[in-house]
């Protein structure tokens, strides 16, 4: 039997297994993913993202409990932690705050390393996310990397996206900055028990706002007047909720919980589920090809070649963009 | 794929879980250790604190790892360190190394190694030491 079988027929030493060749990106791996695809699509996978201490690992502690106890569900979590630049270590705490769910069977909890990877997940954090929703996971919550403001790989893999905040943190400047609250399906305002809750949540508001204007309706001069938001199918779409939690004591958890089961309705419903799919696929297979395409290249061409262009470049002889046109001529031929 | 610096020889980083069985709440030792393992390119999953042997064992299988780091300042290895040993041979991670670093008595040192602790460090030990043992464990 193959790991990929063992697997499907409910092993975790395989399951665990698999998920390390898959993050390794080994041959093995790569032919269990091809196996495993045809039994994936079937969970809702949810990213948890937010700046660094605003509470991602409590949070997720708290929704994977809920949705354990409340509706059974199977959830695996994926949580990524920043390698270190200089020497390729890591040390990933965010088990440290997970301790809730162990000895229950219908969790599985692995830490990722972002090994180099710049967009708040790893590189292979996909094909784990595969591996689970193969593995019957019900529910695969994602953690990123504690993200700012450029992080925003999750919100391709992810069906809802979850941005997570924290009162203190930054002014209405930032709220309005393009990036992570522009990937958010729901907006989680955490630790809500601190104060400054009330100029967060107004932040947060007064940002939502410009990003979907909504139809007002008011009295001017004696007459009700009708202001349109730009465009039609913006009422029909989903406006971010932004809710507060504390994680700590399980506060605002049920109400989250109820808003992430909406989103999802509401994805199948507009048929955006359909769509979200779609571009991570293509989104993937961009990936691939792109991959597959730079080793042909590095196959075609020789590194010593490669390094006398650059040299032909760092002489000012060859600007990079002929550069290209010569290294390419002739290769990348199938 | 981009060249990166890694953990092991094959290309595959050595995976360690830091943890701390039993009820002392002195983690510094663990996090020293934890920091230098990350230092030398390892890629370190730290529990926290009070875990149980069954804790322990469920964390490895979950995060697949190479090795097991107990933190041990109790005085309750002998009773810990052969259940978390017994409990990964069960889950079948029998080829994980286990080590123990505390305040561990030298009449214990013969029996620990013989249920396969890997490596014992007691106060003072070098985190130089530690990685090299480590790494030769994983690698062997």
Known sequence: MTLAEQLLSGNRLALTRLLTQVENDTPEGRAALTELFPHTGQAHLIGVTGAPGTGKSSLVNQLALHFRRQEERRVAIVAVDPSSPFTGGAVMGDRVRMRDLAGDPGVFIRSMASRGSLGGLAQTTAGLVQVFDAAGFDIILIETVGAGQAEVEIARLAHTTLVVEAPGLGDDIQAIKAGILEIADILVVNKADRPGVENTLKALRNALELAHPVRHVFQHHGRLEVVEGPDETVYNSWIPPILQTVATDGTGIQELADEIVRHAVHLRESGDWAARERSRLEAELDALLQQRLVSRFHDQVSQSRYEAVLDQIFQRELTPWEAVGRLLDGNLNP | ?140
């Open chain 2, 1 to 140: 794929m981009s060249e990166q610096k890694t953990g092991t020889e094959q290309g595959r980083k050595i995976r360690v879980l830091v943890a701390k069985p039993g009820l002392d709440g002195h983690d510094r030792g663990a996090k020293v250790v934890a920091r230098a393992l990350r230092d030398a390119g390892m890629e370190v999953i730290y529990t926290g604190l009070r875990q149980t042997p069954e804790m322990i064992a469920e964390a490895a299988l979950q995060e697949d790892v190479d090795v097991v780091g107990l933190s041990i300042l109790s005085g309750a290895h002998m009773a810990l360190a052969p259940r978390i040993l017994e409990l990964l041979k069960a889950n079948g991670q029998e080829q994980v190394k286990v080590f123990i670093g505390g305040i561990i008595p030298d009449e214990d040192l013969p029996r620990l190694k013989k249920i396969g602790v890997a490596g014992i460090y007691g106060p003072g030990a070098s985190t130089e030491d530690i990685i090299r043992q480590v790494r030769a464990a994983v690698t062997e």
